[in-house]
Each structure stands twice: as C-alpha cells, then as structure tokens.
C-alpha cells in the first residue's frame, strides 16, 4: 500500500474514533507508519488530509448508477437503499463531521462538486424522466431530488434514536419515500407501492 494511501486510511480511522481535534497529526502519522514530516510532504496540513481521508471515506463500494430510467420504482429504490446503507454506515462519522464544521468548515467534504454526486444523478434522472414523459407533474428536478436525499439522510442519521418498536425495516420506510418523490413529480405508481402511498395522503 502507498504511503498516501496508508495516510489517508489512517486519517479516516483517527478521526472517526477521536474527531478533529482529537486527530492529531503525530497521532495520524504513527496509525500510518510514518513520521510527521512526510504526512506534511503529502498533504501539507492536517485540515487538507482530514478532508481528503474524509472524501474518501464518502465513497460508496458498491455503488449504484441511476442511468436512463426505465423502471424508476425499481432503479431509485435500488439507488435510494444503497445510500441510505451507506449513510447509516458512515453515520458516526457523518455526525462527527457535522459537529466540527462549526469550528472547522474547511474539512467539509465538498457537497456536489462532481457530477456524479448523489444531488445532481437524482436530479438529472428526474429531468430525463420529465423529458420521456415519464413524470408529468410541474417540479423542479433540484428540488425534487433534495426531498428524497434529504429523507434519506435523516432516517440513516436519526433511525437508532427513534424509539418506535412498531418502526418499519428500512427498507419499507425508503421505499415509501422513493413512492411519495415518484408521485409527486406525476409518475403513474404501480402496484402495492401506490396503495402504501395513497394510504398516507
């Protein structure tokens, strides 16, 4: 393994267990096997490799393409699920994130910086779905696809604290999102999922 790649995993790991202040870079460098000096050769300071370990760290393993939609049921709830399990995941490290932000903006993980970023394939499939006449209602693609995100990533975030025993598995809670986002933006829901959702309204 490279030295910037032991740099950075030793980082995500520093971090995850201790946050940022607790991250020291001496503290980094001996988790990695290498000395202070060349973590700084690499990465220059401890906020540049505490961001990049954490952008890292964001990058799903398996991670699911939404392509031109088809089945959109089907393909944003494979999409929706993933996510949502790699969040829950990551959800103790998220948080850290959130908490030092306040004092340390910089390390934030960039939000959307590359296409292929969770925001902008949401949004791009819902415009592809409007343009095949698969969504017919009036909505904005953007802010169609924060609703559904921004679900997503509250129930991965905040799912342990709520103290339901009647809580749905996961995967019926997302599913319900996925179908309450299609009908909103005039897809036609097919099925059991548009009797979960009419029940609601």
Same mark, same amino acid.
């Not at 991670?63 to 699920?81: K, N």
């Not at 934030?108 to 791009?124: D, F, K, L, N, T």
């Given at each position: 393994?490279?030295?910037? !790649? ?7 790991? %520093?971090?995850? !267990?201790? /946050? @940022? ?12 096997? %290498? ?7 690499? @990465? ?6 505490? #961001? ?8 799903? +393993?398996?991670? %699911?393409?939404? /392509?031109? *939609?088809?089945? +959109? ?5 494979? =999409? ?6 790699? =969040?829950?995941?990551? &959800?103790? %490290?998220?948080? &850290? ?7 340390? $903006?910089?390390?934030? *993980?960039?939000?959307?910086?590359? +296409? ?13 779905? &409007? ?7 009036? @909505?904005? *693609? ?15 975030? =905040? &799912?342990?604290?709520?103290?339901? *025993?009647?809580? $749905? +598995? $996961? ?7 996925? /179908? ?9 829901? #097919? ?11």
């Amino acid at each position: 393994m490279e030295i910037r !790649e032991r740099l950075l995993q030793a980082a995500a790991q %520093v971090y995850a !267990e201790v /946050g @940022f202040r607790g991250a020291t870079t001496r503290r980094i460098a001996e988790e990695a096997g %290498v000395n202070e000096i060349t973590l700084f050769r690499h @990465f220059g300071t401890k906020e540049a490799l505490v #961001k990049a370990a954490l952008i890292m760290a964001h990058r799903q +393993p398996n991670f %699911v393409e939404l /392509g031109e *939609p088809v089945e +959109p049921e089907t393909e944003l709830f494979t =999409w929706a699920i993933n996510v949502y399990r790699h =969040w829950y995941q990551s &959800r103790e %490290v998220i948080c &850290r994130v959130m908490g030092d932000m306040v004092e340390h $903006p910089e390390i934030a *993980p960039g939000i959307c910086e590359e +296409p292929s970023c969770e925001h902008a394939m949401v949004s791009r499939y819902l415009a592809r779905m &409007r343009e095949l006449g698969l969504a017919t209602g009036e @909505f904005h *693609p953007d802010a169609a696809a924060g609703l559904l995100l921004g679900s997503v990533f509250t129930h991965a975030i =905040w &799912r342990d604290h709520f103290n339901k *025993p009647s809580l $749905p +598995p $996961p995967e019926e809670v997302i599913r319900h999102y996925v /179908g309450l986002v299609l009908g909103a933006v005039g897809f036609r829901l #097919k099925g059991a999922l548009d009797r979960k959702v009419k029940e609601t309204v």
